[in-house]
């Protein structure tokens, strides 16, 4: 059942990026889309970089929040600001 619960939050964590840059993108607010990839992306590497290093965070806690968590958004906002970007293309070709 844990199994589960891990995909289900990995889909909420996936889906919750894919909207949002989806709704940036065609909204034209390429600040704020970038922006929040940007933090996702730093995001993920402190969390991999502090699995890695002695630097006072639980290991097995930080790789598991980068990888339940944080890489699942990156790849659903990634996959949102494509579809987006191919709608938006599609919407103002002549």
């Known amino acids: 059942m844990a199994d589960v619960a891990i995909l289900a939050i990995m889909l909420a964590f996936a889906l919750l990026g ?5 709704r940036l993108v065609l909204a034209q607010r390429s600040g704020a889309a970038l922006t929040f ?3 996702i992306s730093a995001a993920l ?5 502090a699995g890695t290093t002695p630097i006072g965070m639980d290991p097995l806690r930080a790789m ?3 990888l339940v968590c944080l890489l699942p958004t990156l790849v ?5 600001a494509l579809l987006g970007w191919l709608m938006l293309r599609r919407r103002f070709r002549k």
């Open 18 to 22: 894919f909207f949002m840059m989806h």
């Open 37 to 39: 990839i940007s933090v």
């Open 45 to 49: 590497a402190f969390f991999v970089f």
């Open 64 to 66: 598991g929040a980068a």
């Open 76 to 80: 659903g906002a990634g996959a949102g």
